[in-house]
C-alpha cells in the first residue's frame, strides 16, 4: 500500500529554516513525481513546489521562489522541501503528493507554525 509519511514540522520563528521530509513507499518511487500542497484553516490548499522524475525538473509558486527548495533522494525514497526566511504566512498544514501511472496519493500533513 502507498505510504506518504511527512515529518519536520513543529514551531518556527520569523526568518527561520525548516526542512520538511516525505517519507515514501508501497510504490516505485522513481516512476513518480512529487509536488508539496499546503494548506492553512479556512483555505483552499494550493501548491507550493513541484519535482519531476528527476531533480532537474522542478518548479515553485511565486510565494515559494527564492525561499523553498524541493528536492528528492531516490536511494532514501525521501523528497524534502527546504523552506528558509520562514514568514507567518507560511503557517499552514504542508502535505506531499505523489503521481504517476497507479498512483495518486496525498500524505495526512505536518503542521508548520510560524510565530511573529
Known amino acids: 500500500q502507498v505510504q506518504l509519511v511527512e515529518s519536520g514540522g513543529g514551531l518556527v520563528q520569523s526568518g527561520g529554516s525548516r526542512t520538511l521530509s516525505c517519507a515514501a513507499s508501497?510504490?516505485?518511487?522513481?516512476?513518480?513525481?512529487f509536488s508539496w500542497y499546503r494548506q492553512a484553516p479556512g483555505k483552499e490548499r494550493e501548491l507550493v513546489a513541484h519535482?519531476?522524475?528527476?531533480?532537474?525538473?522542478?518548479s515553485y509558486e511565486h510565494f515559494a521562489q527564492g525561499r523553498f527548495t524541493i528536492s528528492r533522494d531516490n536511494t532514501r525514497h525521501t523528497v524534502y522541501l527546504q523552506m528558509n526566511n520562514l514568514k507567518p504566512e507560511d503557517t499552514a498544514v504542508y502535505y506531499c503528493r505523489a503521481s504517476g501511472l497507479g498512483v495518486d496519493d496525498w500524505g495526512k500533513g505536518t503542521l508548520v507554525t510560524i510565530s511573529s
Open positions: 508501497g510504490f516505485t518511487f522513481a516512476n513518480a513525481v
Open positions: 519535482i519531476g522524475f528527476t531533480g532537474d525538473a522542478t
